[in-house]
T-cell receptor, first 113, second 112 residues
């Protein structure tokens, strides 16, 4: 069974901390994505990557950065966590092409206090 | 900007009832997908439709892609409590990056 694994299910961090969210996929997928999901706002794309060391900004990249040093791993970095970054973070991957769907991880619920 | 609008946003029904969820846009999509998400989990792909007018069935769930590829519907027959969850439609409008545009979702509660 194909898998996308997010390193933490729940995280509590303090304002100003640097936060790393890790995502690993075992499907040799080219494309990986980071979304945040908030009630009433749906899924919003933060960053995506279509190849190793390549990254593209999504709709809400401010306050975030990403790293993709290896094909299977896509990391989301909150440079200086703020309370408005409290959210559910979802990682997804896909081989690309219009017939393929996303495989999502189980999500990381981040609370910034 | 491509947008997908889902309706209704919330639906609460009794077990055994039928329901339809709609996903509409003014833009054309090359494909459209439906996902279901349970609380505390990531969304799980249910189906992908790629041809205008296409109908796909998954047990009691029927998915339809509009002829003009701008809209889709999900119909559930004889809903069960296990159908409870958030249903998301998503459209692929941007070629081979696989970047999807998601609707806001429909929260379905099926009561016993």
């Amino acid at each position: 069974d194909v898998k996308v694994t997010q390193s933490s299910r729940y995280l509590v961090k303090r304002t100003g901390e640097k936060v790393f969210l890790e995502c690993v996929q075992d499907m040799d997928h080219e494309n990986m994505f980071w979304y945040r999901q908030d009630p009433g706002l749906g899924l919003r794309l933060i960053y995506f990557s279509y190849d190793v060391k390549m990254k593209e900004k999504g709709d809400i990249p401010e306050g975030y950065s990403v790293s993709r040093e290896k094909k299977e791993r896509f990391s989301l970095i909150l440079e200086s966590a703020s309370t408005n970054q409290t959210s559910m973070y979802l990682c997804a991957s896909t081989p690309g092409g219009r017939i393929y769907g996303y495989t999502f991880g189980s999500g990381t619920r981040l609370t910034v206090v | 900007t491509q947008l997908l609008e889902q309706s209704p946003q919330f639906l609460s029904i009794q077990e055994g009832e039928n329901l339809t969820v709609y996903c509409n846009s003014s833009s054309v999509f090359s494909s459209l997908q439906w996902y279901r998400q349970e609380p505390g989990e990531g969304p799980v792909l249910l189906v992908t439709v790629v041809t205008g007018g296409e109908v796909k069935k998954l047990k009691r769930l029927t998915f339809q892609f509009g002829d003009a590829r701008k809209d889709s519907s999900l119909h559930i027959t004889a809903a069960q409590t296990g159908d409870t969850g958030l249903y998301l439609c998503a459209g692929d409008g941007s070629g081979n990056t696989g970047k999807l545009i998601f609707g806001q979702g429909t929260t379905l509660q099926v009561k016993p």
